[in-house]
């Protein structure tokens, strides 16, 4: 492994990046695992990994791997520093909607 790379995901073309079009936790694992990718960690979104690659999902709240306390995920934005869209990143539960970016290490 030399590294980790990131991508926003999509279905024919759609992006699961807005609030009509968010996924649940286990949808966005889902559909990273069927991409031979997997979810970014918290310390990825951080760092940046998956900023720019498209469906706007700089701006949008991300699904990450981590978890927290009572089965919830850290969610993220799509781009660092979080917090500057009105949505606060942190714990939510995993029935709550979110985008979807996955990291693949390479």
Request: include cysteine; charged fraction near 15%.
């Given at each position: 492994?030399?590294?980790v790379?990131?991508?926003?995901f999509d ?12 996924a649940?936790w286990?949808?966005?694992d889902?559909?990273?695992?069927g991409m031979?990718?997997?979810?970014c960690?918290a310390h990825e979104?951080?760092s940046?990994?998956p ?5 706007m999902g700089d701006?949008f ?5 981590t978890?927290?306390?009572?089965n ?5 934005y ?10 606060v990143?942190g ?7 979110a985008a979807?970016r996955?990291c693949?290490d390479?």
């Open positions: 492994m030399t590294g790379c990131g991508n926003s279905v024919d073309g759609v992006c699961f990046s807005n609030n009509h079009m968010a649940t286990e949808e966005a889902v559909g990273c695992r031979g990718a997997r979810l960690t979104l951080w940046n990994i900023k720019g690659t498209g469906c701006r709240i991300v699904w990450s791997s978890t927290c306390p009572g919830t995920h850290f969610a993220g799509g781009k660092n520093p979080f917090g500057n869209w009105g949505v990143a714990c939510r539960a995993s029935s709550e909607g979807i996955c693949a390479v």
